[in-house]
């Protein structure tokens, strides 16, 4: 079993995972304020809620797109394993080609998803991660990594609807119940939910021209449950997704280190 924590900007996902199941994923929220010791009790605490000890854990491996959170975070995980996590970054072996203008670049939490949907999808692969920022990545027929979307996400947009108009309001992320909404409320919901799976359709529908082929479509994302129902292609909503390519990357480098 490892320790695998997902950094995002707004959450930070935390899981426990093996070969042959994910013991739990866990969010707590994404702060610059905190010190590694109060993230070090964070992780403590869901360990614990969930009945694992630390003596349990073989590895940790860190996907992050905060690097000034970077060294917080890795210093959390020593105060609780007694290590540092392996983090995945330039230089770690992924076993897929990126055919990017600049590999380097691309984010993190992109290559973890498309590593663990080539595992488990058939190619090519769209992956949609909807966190902060909503994200399609795209896997060919030969499983190299070719590109992608990156879009505000469904949160960023809602708050910044709310944010910049006097007279609308804060609301939940309730699935509406038809698309014409009766009151303030209702058109807004409707707008944040229908708007953003019409814009994943449609994305979807021009990623399909593009690969001349229907692809495999996988989602995940703390939001993607939300919106996934709305949408009307088939697409395969996969919470642990990004645990599961960090399993993958840390079991191929841990390899590659003890083989050195």
Known sequence: MILAIDMGNTNIVI????????????????????TGTEYAINIKNILEIHHIEPSQIEGAILSSVVPPLNAVISSAVKKILGYHPMLVGAGIKTGMNILMDNPKTVGSD???????????????IIVIDMGTATTLSVVDQSGNYIGGVILPGLRVSLDSLSSKTAQLPSISLD????????????????????GNAGMIDGIIDRMQEELGTTPSIVATGGLS????????????YDDALLLKGLLILYEKNNTAKENA
């Open 175 to 194: 699935i509406p119940k038809s698309v014409i909404g009766k009151n303030t409320i209702d058109c807004m919901r409707s707008g944040i939910m229908y």
């Open 225 to 236: 449950r939300f919106v996934v129902p709305l949408c009307r292609h088939k697409i395969v």
């Open 110 to 124: 992109m290559i973890v998803d498309a590593v663990a949907a080539i595992h488990d999808y058939p190619c090519p």
């Open 15 to 34: 899981g426990c995972i093996d070969d042959k199941q994910t013991y739990f994923v866990e969010r707590v929220t994404t702060s610059h304020d905190k």
